[in-house]
Nanobody
């Protein structure tokens, strides 16, 4: 059974940074593309960034130049480094497989506020 556990969220001031982690189990992690998603109150879940098994990355326009996705296949973990955070980045952040998601984890709350 596939399980993903997100962590690293918190409260940060505008302009600050956070690093999110997502640990996956029950899969051969290195063979899968992974993605970070977010859902703000009253809005649909949206993709933030994706990374292929080969390390190719893609970003939503709203986070390009500020966020960076990476992975460590030895630790079965995908990361999201978030710099220059803005209030509009406030959301619950999730990780999952792009295009064919497994069950969603509990997510990790990111709140950007002064």
């Amino acid at each position: 059974q596939v399980q993903v556990v997100e962590s690293g969220g918190g409260l940060v001031q505008p302009g600050g940074s956070l690093r999110l982690s997502c640990a996956a189990s029950g899969i051969i992690f290195s063979t899968y593309s992974m993605g970070w998603y977010r859902q703000a109150p009253g809005k649909q879940r949206e993709v933030v960034a994706t990374i292929t098994s080969g390390g190719n990355t893609n970003y939503a326009d709203s986070v390009k130049g500020r966020f960076s996705i990476s992975r460590n296949n030895f630790k079965n973990t995908v990361y999201l480094q978030m710099n220059g955070l803005k209030p509009e980045d406030t959301a619950v952040y999730y990780c999952n497989r792009p295009g064919a998601p497994w069950g969603w984890g509990q997510g990790t709350q990111v709140t950007v506020s002064s």
